[in-house]
Nanobody
Framework: QVQLVESGGGSVQAGGSLRLSCVVS????????MGWFRQAPGKEREGVVG????????????YYVNSVKDRFTISQDNAKNTMYLQMNSLRPEDTAMYFC????????????????????WGRGTQVTVSS
C-alpha cells in the first residue's frame, strides 16, 4: 500500500511563505514521477510541479507551471521519504488544497498534469493566502 501524507498547510498573508511536506511510505516500481497538485474551490485540480524519480530519488530537473515558477521549489530530505514544496511570495490566487502525487509518464517527462492519469494521491493540505 502506497501512502502519501501531506502536512504544513495553513493561513498566511500575501507575500508570506509556507513549506509543505509529503511523507511517502514507499515508491512503487510502476511510477517514475512525483509532484504537487492543487485544487481551488469550484475549479479543476491542476498541476504545480512534477519531477522525475528513480527509486525515490528526485531528479535534478523539475517542471513547474508558469504561475509558480521562481516562487515554489520542490525538494526531498536525505532519507528520501519526505518530499517538500517550499512556497514563497504567496498570492491569494495560490489558495487551494494542495496534494502530493505519484504518477507515471512515458519517457520520464514529468510535467504535472492530471491527465492521462495520476496513480497515487495524498489527502491534501489546505493553503489559504489572504490579501
Amino acid at each position: 500500500q502506497v501512502q502519501l501524507v501531506e502536512s504544513g498547510g495553513g493561513s498566511v498573508q500575501a507575500g508570506g511563505s509556507l513549506r509543505l511536506s509529503c511523507v511517502v511510505s514507499r515508491y512503487p516500481a510502476n511510477i517514475n514521477c512525483m509532484g504537487w497538485f492543487r485544487q481551488a474551490p469550484g475549479k479543476e485540480r491542476e498541476g504545480v510541479v512534477g519531477v522525475f524519480t528513480i527509486g525515490g530519488t528526485l531528479g535534478a530537473r523539475a517542471y513547474y507551471v508558469n504561475s509558480v515558477k521562481d516562487r515554489f521549489t520542490i525538494s526531498q530530505d536525505n532519507a528520501k521519504n519526505t518530499m517538500y514544496l517550499q512556497m514563497n511570495s504567496l498570492r491569494p490566487e495560490d489558495t487551494a488544497m494542495y496534494f502530493c502525487a505519484a504518477f507515471r509518464r512515458d519517457g520520464g517527462y514529468c510535467y504535472p498534469s492530471v491527465r492521462p492519469s495520476v496513480d497515487y494521491w495524498g489527502r491534501g493540505t489546505q493553503v489559504t493566502v489572504s490579501s
